[in-house]
């Protein structure tokens, strides 16, 4: 079945430094790819998208590229502010299913 | 902005009593998806429904969960008789079927305490 790996966080950070959080995943056929993010106490939301190969999704400064060949979609952003603090999951549909399927996700935690 | 709403926000209860969630999908989505969040298990789907009608619900404990939509502008979700391990958030969200480019759509959860 469709799977994804995040990886471990927490992941630790001074405002402004660079961040990448790896996501893998398998999936039938061709998926699309998201990034949710959950802030405490909310539900998820989206953070951005990427629909077919080499695809970039962009926002807020986050950005992930649809990589077919290594089947990853990683997120990144140039610098954080700690307004960025939450926890980020990365999440494929395939296009024969209604369902996401979410990986464990990664906590964010940036300080001053 | 639409958005999904779910009610209520927390529900502290004693083991063994019953317990209802209720969803408000977003006026035209036809998806509606049950998710339950906790510490050690992460997000872990429980039900969803195409055009109200059930697809899986292999997630759930049957002998204790329930998930019905009576109607498209309500989902819900029962637990009875709650246990403590029942404990989690829970998320409804929903969307549009055979459009797998569009994402769906969370509401803030229901925060269950059961003591």
């Known amino acids: 079945g469709d799977s994804v790996t995040q990886m471990e966080g927490p992941v630790t950070l001074s405002e402004e430094a660079f961040l990448t959080i790896n996501c893998t995943y398998t999936a039938t056929g061709y998926p699309s790819l998201f990034w949710y993010v959950q802030y405490p106490g909310e539900g998820l939301q989206l953070l951005l998208k990427?629909?077919?190969?080499?695809d970039k999704g962009s926002n807020k400064g986050f950005e992930a590229t649809y990589r077919k060949e290594t089947t990853s979609f990683h997120l990144e952003k140039g610098s954080v502010q700690v307004s960025d603090s939450a926890v980020y999951f990365c999440a494929p549909r395939s296009y024969n299913t209604d369902k996401l399927i979410f990986g464990t996700g990664t906590r964010l935690q940036v300080f001053p | 902005d639409a958005r999904v709403t779910q009610t209520p926000r927390h529900k502290v209860t004693e083991m063994g009593q019953e317990v209802t969630m209720r969803c408000q999908p977003i006026l035209g989505h036809n998806t509606v998806f049950w998710y339950r969040q906790t510490m050690m298990q992460g997000l872990e789907l429980l039900a969803y429904?195409?055009?109200?009608?059930?697809?899986?619900d292999s997630g759930m404990p049957k002998d204790r969960f329930s998930a019905e939509m009576p109607d498209a502008t309500l989902a819900t979700l029962k637990i009875q008789p709650s246990e403590p391990r029942d404990s989690a958030v829970y998320f409804c969200?929903?969307?549009?079927?055979?459009?797998?480019?569009?994402?769906?759509?969370f509401g803030n959860g229901t925060r269950l305490t059961v003591t």
């Open positions: 990427a629909t077919k190969a080499d």
């Open positions: 969200a929903s969307g549009y079927d055979r459009d797998y480019n569009s994402p769906l759509h």
């Open positions: 429904f195409r055009n109200r009608a059930p697809l899986d």
